[in-house]
């Protein structure tokens, strides 16, 4: 969301057909749009979470906060 207006890219992927049938199988009501959508938001998520969790014990709090 960029200053309150949705904003894509159109692109063309070249994915094998059972990487999708997979991915359409997990998420059996999204377009594929939706499904690969979805799952590069998870991926990032997951990538995220797995940085702070191997930050534990080295980032520093201010005990007034």
């Known amino acids: 969301l960029a200053s309150g207006i949705l904003s894509a890219i159109r ?3 070249d994915i094998a057909d059972g990487l999708i049938d ?3 199988a997990r998420y059996p009501t999204a377009s594929k749009t939706e499904a690969i959508a ?3 938001a ?3 998520s997951e990538d995220a ?3 702070l969790r191997g ?3 080295s980032i520093a709090f ?3 906060a």
Do not use: K, P, S
Request: proline fraction near 0%; glycine fraction near 10%.
């Open 55 to 57: 930050q534990a014990g």
């Open 22 to 24: 997979a991915l359409m």
């Open 11 to 13: 692109t063309t992927l």
């Open 62 to 64: 201010d005990e007034a």
């Open 49 to 51: 979470a797995g940085w």
């Open 42 to 44: 998870a991926h990032l």
């Open 38 to 40: 979805i799952a590069i």
